[in-house]
């Protein structure tokens, strides 16, 4: 792991916002999680985060895999239809 890899994972495990997410980046680091299903997406940062912790925790190895299901895909049939990629996209 490079030095920078290696930081961006300590910070990501100890001093990342919000404190209630460490746990996620930890489990994920320690479990080397590489498929990752999140449900009832808040906030697009921390699913970032949550993949780059992946991929981290991976290290090349193991190809990283991520789904998110959001409420929007709830929407009522007179809204028009948005993708998951156009609804996050920055």
């Known amino acids: 792991m490079s030095a920078k890899h290696f930081f961006d994972s300590v910070h990501l495990v100890w001093f990342s916002q919000p404190k209630c997410d460490r746990s996620f980046y930890r489990l994920v680091k320690k479990q080397r999680?590489?498929?990752v299903v999140e449900i009832g997406l808040s906030s697009l940062a921390r699913s970032?985060?949550?993949?780059?912790m992946s991929k981290l925790a991976a290290n090349g190895e193991r190809?990283?895999?991520?789904?998110?299901?959001?409420?929007?895909?709830?929407?009522?049939?007179?809204?028009?239809?948005?993708?998951?990629?156009?609804?996050?996209?920055?």
């Not at 929407?75 to 948005?82: C, K, N, W, Y």
């Open 33 to 35: 999680i590489c498929k």
């Open 63 to 90: 190809e990283v895999r991520y789904t998110g299901i959001d409420q929007f895909e709830a929407r009522p049939t007179e809204q028009p239809a948005v993708t998951l990629k156009a609804a996050h996209r920055s």
């Open 48 to 52: 970032q985060r949550l993949i780059r």
